[in-house]
């Protein structure tokens, strides 16, 4: 049986580096800022300002060479009245772009009951008014992916009609669709509770998806990893939505209950390599590249968060070497003739290689330090953040 455990050391070096040359992490401006639970803040010389945020996750790109693009908020980074190509001259000046936007409809005190569901007309009408300014500042930007998540919802039962917002939040995302240009995408986010603990508007993938194909053509589903119950299956989740072509994005973290936004693959890495191993299962298969925006979506007020952020990128590249390793013509056939323990071997040689030598190897090739959290560190960079950065008042009111 041909599996991976008997090529040789070069072919893995070279399948890891092919994969690796695919794999490109968009980072949140939301993870270099300073912020917490809700029981408070643990400040650390964090960015505050949006270039502050590029100079940080450029910091990230510059060691890792995989993350050249900075997903953004508009209201914490982009407010009224800033110059869109000035966003762009900041960000290109510290060697990344722009990446997906972020409407903000969820801080504003009018939306306490709900922002496109909101039982008033008139707060309907200003968050879409929003989001349709999301979408042109996103288009202004050279950014492709438009990315709401939504906190409506309600708290009690009997309070709110969940068919009623339904439509109204179907209609939303229909009216944001027509105005996208024909590059442009709408994510659609779900999330099981919180803010809203009785029912939330788009609670989960089979919602989302609705609510995307309802949109329109251009609308596809973000799975944001902490955004689901416990032992909830993920990677079939994930195989559904290719086989329907409907996966947009991926909002990386990890959990062990729900939306802690914890470092990806700090709990469980063999379900990231699991969902990877979908991904490179569903290439293989089709032979067409999955149009896949992959994204993070953490902010940490323990560890540093540019090593953090560092942390995580090595690790999802890691993850996605091993899924690269499964060997998926040996798995489809054990899978027809129902063996059952080679088939799931596959799957455990494959996440047991050791891929790091592999992985320092691509990184020598394309010029990177062989490890770049130890890069990062000597670099002298963090000195210099603590003392600049030391001392401002920091008026955080904001998330981030
Ligand atoms: C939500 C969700 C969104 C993120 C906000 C700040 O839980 O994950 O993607 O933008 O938090
Ligand atoms: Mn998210
Ligand atoms: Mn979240």
């Known amino acids: 049986m041909a599996s991976h455990s008997s090529k040789s050391s070069s072919s893995i070096t070279e399948t890891v ?102 039982e008033q007309e008139s707060i309907r009408q200003h968050a879409l008014n929003h989001i349709l300014d999301s979408v042109r500042i996103a288009r202004e930007l050279g950014s492709r992916d438009v990315t709401p998540w939504f906190a409506d919802g309600s708290n009690f039962p009997g309070t709110a009609s969940i068919r ?14 027509e105005v996208l240009s024909p590059d442009q995408r709408l994510l659609v986010e779900y999330k099981p509770f919180e803010p809203a603990f009785y029912h939330t508007d788009i609670a989960d993938w089979g919602m989302a998806l609705v ?50 936004d914890l470092t990806l693959g700090s709990i ?8 990877f191993a979908e991904i490179r299962f569903y290439e293989w298969e089709t032979g067409r590249r999955a149009d896949i925006a ?5 902010s940490h007020n323990l560890k540093g968060k540019i090593e953090e952020m560092i942390q995580t990128v090595m690790t999802a590249q890691e993850l996605y070497a091993k899924a690269a390793l499964v060997d998926f013509a040996a798995l489809t056939k054990a899978q027809n003739e129902q063996r059952l323990i080679d088939a799931e071997n596959i799957y455990k040689d494959a996440f047991s290689t050791d891929v790091r030598p592999a992985v320092r190897e691509w990184r020598r090739t394309k010029g990177l330090g062989e490890n770049p959290l130890a890069a990062f560190r000597e670099s002298g960079y963090m000195e210099r953040i603590t003392r600049d950065r030391a001392g401002r008042a920091v008026a955080v009111s904001s998330y981030a």
């Open 211 to 260: 609510l995307a194909r309802f949109a329109g053509p251009q609308a596809r589903v973000l799975v944001d990893t902490g955004h689901h119950y416990q032992a909830q299956n993920i990677e079939q989740i994930v195989a559904w939505l290719l086989d329907e072509n409907m996966l947009g994005g991926f909002h990386f973290n990890d959990r062990r209950f729900a939306d802690d």
């Open 17 to 118: 580096a092919a994969a690796l040359d695919r794999l490109q992490i968009e980072l949140p401006s939301w993870g270099f800022a300073d912020t917490g639970t809700r029981f408070g803040k643990f400040l650390q010389p964090a960015a505050s300002t949006i270039e502050e945020k590029f100079a940080d996750a450029g910091q990230v790109h510059k060691f890792t060479g995989a993350c050249p693009t900075v997903a953004l908020h508009v209201l914490w980074d982009v407010p009224e009245g800033t110059k869109p190509s000035d966003v762009t001259k900041l960000a290109e000046r510290h060697g990344v772009r722009p990446g997906s936007i972020s409407p903000n409809v969820f801080q504003d005190q009018i939306y306490k009951h709900g922002s496109l569901c909101n």
């Open 164 to 177: 009623a917002r339904k439509r109204w939040m179907a209609e939303g995302l229909k009216r944001a669709h």
């Open 268 to 275: 469980d890495p063999y379900q990231v390599f699991r969902i």
């Open 294 to 298: 992959y994204m993070v979506d953490q």
